[in-house]
T-cell receptor, first 113, second 109 residues
Framework: DSGVTQTPKHLITATGQRVTLRCSPR?????VYWYQQSLDQGLQFLIQ???????AKGNILERFSAQQFPDLHSELNLSSLELGDSALYFC????????????FGPGTRLTVT | GQNIDQPTEMTATEGAIVQINCTYQ??????LFWYQQHAGEAPTFLSY????GLEEKGRFSSFLSRSKGYSYLLLKELQMKDSASYLC??????????FGTGTRLQVFP
């Protein structure tokens, strides 16, 4: 158990819908990272927040957005969902903003039908 | 562009040694990570190399050559529980982790 929690574990929704994935970092960690892992692709970095502020952006679609709240938990919002958005979404956390020693949560499996 | 290459699949026998290679090409380089991921589970940290050479940690060792853009993960005394995907990831110069697609290792008795 890494200490990073993610909810929900599984999510099934229809195309065009909007969902919110939630992540709570390890106690004391200030950075939260979001990754997408599709069936045939590696982990794709989406976005990083450090102490409430956006720190780095990867290949995140405009339909996706995220935020980190004062209690350091983070939410990833996915809207206008498409079949291709079906994937495992992982959240990771680290103490600093530099990304070393990232601890991954158990992931949310999103299925878009 | 940014690219991480590693073999898609490997097989090995219990008790044997296996080496998983990784080549990387990134915008700047601030270190190389190896993660283990069992199917459907979260990646777990195995090793980090930033200087050339070999880092040993129990049955697992990781090697880095910065001049060649090359790393390998060496697994000794393989056990059935080592069957998993092994992800190579490089830190670029903006501190983003760029992951390869992973090498799926199957260990047979």
């Amino acid at each position: 158990d890494s200490g990073v929690t993610q909810t929900p574990k599984h999510l099934i929704t229809a195309t065009g819908q909007r969902v919110t994935l939630r992540c709570s970092p390890r106690s004391g960690d200030l950075s939260v990272y979001w990754y997408q892992q599709s069936l045939d692709q590696g982990l794709q970095f989406l976005i990083q927040y450090y102490n409430g502020e956006e720190r780095a952006k990867g290949n995140i679609l405009e339909r996706f957005s995220a935020q980190q709240f004062p209690d350091l938990h983070s939410e990833l919002n996915l809207s206008s969902l498409e079949l291709g958005d079906s994937a495992l979404y992982f959240c990771a956390s680290s103490v600093s903003g530099t990304g070393y020693e990232q601890y991954f949560g158990p992931g949310t499996r999103l299925t878009v039908t | 562009g940014q690219n991480i290459d590693q073999p898609t699949e490997m097989t090995a026998t219990e008790g044997a040694i296996v080496q998983i290679n990784c080549t990387y090409q990134t915008s700047g380089f601030n270190g190389l990570f190896w993660y283990q991921q069992h199917a459907g589970e979260a990646p777990t940290f195995l090793s980090y190399n930033v200087l050339d050479g070999l880092e040993e940690k129990g049955r697992f060792s990781s090697f880095l050559s910065r001049s060649k853009g090359y790393s390998y993960l060496l697994l000794k005394e393989l056990q059935m529980k080592d069957s998993a995907s092994y992800l190579c990831a490089a830190f670029d110069n903006t501190d983003k982790l760029i992951f390869g697609t992973g090498t799926r290792l199957q260990v047979f008795p």
